[in-house]
């Protein structure tokens, strides 16, 4: 049975570490080496890429980073800002390894809570919420008939945005997309993520970061910033105004990015997390796509109890309000030194 010692991610190890994401079905974009600069550069929060060997070989990976907060805590997860982390692992002795290193470091920093973010569960003795599902199917290679698979009333929605003449573009940077999504998500009263974030998205992940702008006449209606993964693509950030609800442009938007993942190998359309109970869960079901539960772990450390820092708490219900009547330069101003905080 293989001895395994516990590292850290250097910078001469990313390569490796890489290379083991590719190969371990566990795996996620979400644990690529490359989050450790998005998230200390981008956030300024510090890092522990965690990783088991055992003769020089890699069997299991832990990425973790620590959210401290006056407002909403202090804690340690796998991975903030994220919808997927945990545990990657090819071997349970590995995967044992970097678990109790993280419990011993989240026991040092003395956070309130360590998390792990997993698909799957993991720790039947700590704590969990039913918060969150993911939804994720496979692509057939034929673009046509994934617009079949799509419901009746949903591909209605489709077609209306192809007759409103809509089409698609890839943008070499953010700018577009970043007024589009800004503009969507104060309507919502959420703070918004600071414009050199998504630039560092870009300039970290290359051509895995994908950015598919949908316009009319020259005039962008929306847009969505994609993460591919393997033969996966992953729709994470997008949004737009008014002008894309009255022409169907989101549901467009989708389908351009499921109809031009499958014309180049893509194999499983992820349309990442939504809490229950919401219209985001409620639009991603009328695709025909069916959630799957997340499993989120948590162990209280220094914590009596997990605090609800999510927007269906009704304690933030009066900050939301307040926060759709800022103008919106000042909420883009102002929303990433919130957005940090929160993970």
Same mark, same amino acid.
């Given at each position: 049975?293989?001895?395994?010692?516990?590292?850290?991610?250097?910078?001469?190890?990313?390569?490796?570490?890489?290379?083991?994401?590719?190969?371990?079905?566990?795996?996620?974009?979400?644990?690529?080496?490359?989050?450790?600069?998005?998230?200390?550069?981008?956030?300024?929060?510090?890092?522990?890429?965690?990783? /088991?060997?055992?003769?020089?070989?890699?069997?299991?990976?832990?990425?973790?980073?620590?959210?401290?907060?006056?407002?909403?805590?202090?804690?340690?997860?796998?991975?903030?800002?994220?919808?997927?982390?945990?545990?990657?692992?090819?071997?349970?002795?590995?995967?044992? /390894?970097?678990?109790?290193?993280?419990?011993?470091?989240?026991?040092?920093?003395?956070?309130?809570?360590?998390?792990?973010?997993?698909?799957?569960?993991?720790?039947?003795?700590?704590?969990?919420?039913? $918060?969150?599902?993911?939804?994720?199917?496979?692509?057939?290679?034929?673009?046509?008939?994934?617009?079949?698979?799509?419901?009746?009333?949903?591909?209605?929605?489709?077609?209306?945005?192809?007759?409103?003449?809509?089409?698609?573009?890839?943008?070499?940077?953010?700018?577009?997309?970043?007024?589009?999504?800004?503009?969507?998500?104060?309507?919502?009263?959420?703070?918004?993520?600071?414009?050199?974030?998504?630039? $560092?998205?870009?300039?970290?992940?290359?051509?895995?970061?994908?950015? $598919?702008?949908?316009?009319? /006449?020259?005039?962008?209606?929306?847009?969505?910033?994609?993460?591919?993964?393997?033969?996966?693509?992953?729709?994470?950030?997008?949004?737009?105004?008014?002008?894309?609800?009255?022409?169907?442009?989101?549901?467009?938007?989708?389908?351009?990015?499921?109809?031009?993942?499958?014309?180049?190998?893509?194999?499983?359309?992820?349309?990442?997390?939504?809490?229950?109970?919401?219209?985001?869960? /409620?639009?991603?079901?009328?695709?025909?796509?069916?959630?799957?539960?997340?499993?989120?772990?948590?162990?209280?450390?220094?914590?009596?109890?997990?605090?609800?820092?999510?927007?269906?708490?009704?304690?933030?219900?009066?900050?939301?309000?307040?926060?759709?009547?800022?103008?919106?330069?000042?909420?883009?101003?102002?929303?990433?030194?919130?957005?940090?905080?929160?993970?």
């Amino acid at each position: 049975m293989p001895h395994y010692s516990v590292g850290l991610m250097g910078t001469q190890d990313r390569p490796r570490w890489d290379e083991f994401v590719q190969r371990c079905p566990d795996a996620t974009f979400f644990h690529r080496a490359g989050w450790q600069q998005v998230i200390e550069e981008g956030f300024g929060h510090p890092t522990w890429f965690m990783y /088991a060997q055992a003769d020089g070989r890699i069997d299991a990976i832990l990425p973790l980073a620590q959210v401290k907060s006056r407002l909403f805590g202090n804690s340690l997860s796998s991975l903030p800002f994220c919808v997927y982390g945990g545990i990657a692992s090819l071997h349970p002795d590995a995967a044992a /390894a970097v678990d109790l290193a993280a419990q011993q470091l989240a026991a040092r920093l003395q956070v309130d809570h360590l998390e792990y973010r997993h698909v799957r569960p993991t720790h039947a003795d700590w704590l969990h919420r039913k $918060l969150y599902a993911t939804f994720r199917r496979p692509l057939h290679a034929d673009p046509e008939r994934n617009l079949l698979a799509i419901p009746r009333k949903q591909r209605a929605m489709v077609r209306k945005g192809m007759a409103a003449g809509l089409i698609s573009t890839l943008d070499v940077d953010t700018s577009r997309f970043f007024d589009c999504y800004a503009d969507s998500v104060h309507r919502l009263g959420t703070p918004v993520f600071s414009r050199r974030y998504f630039a $560092l998205l870009q300039q970290v992940f290359g051509d895995d970061c994908e950015i $598919l702008c949908i316009q009319r /006449a020259g005039h962008p209606v929306c847009a969505v910033l994609s993460f591919c993964f393997r033969d996966e693509i992953l729709p994470y950030y997008g949004g737009g105004g008014q002008l894309a609800r009255k022409l169907a442009g989101n549901d467009f938007m989708y389908w351009e990015v499921m109809r031009r993942a499958c014309t180049r190998n893509c194999r499983l359309f992820d349309f990442g997390r939504s809490k229950y109970d919401t219209g985001a869960f /409620a639009f991603k079901k009328n695709w025909g796509f069916e959630p799957q539960p997340l499993h989120y772990d948590y162990q209280l450390h220094r914590g009596k109890a997990l605090r609800d820092v999510q927007p269906l708490n009704p304690r933030y219900q009066a900050f939301i309000k307040a926060w759709r009547m800022l103008p919106l330069p000042l909420a883009n101003v102002l929303g990433p030194h919130i957005v940090r905080q929160l993970g």
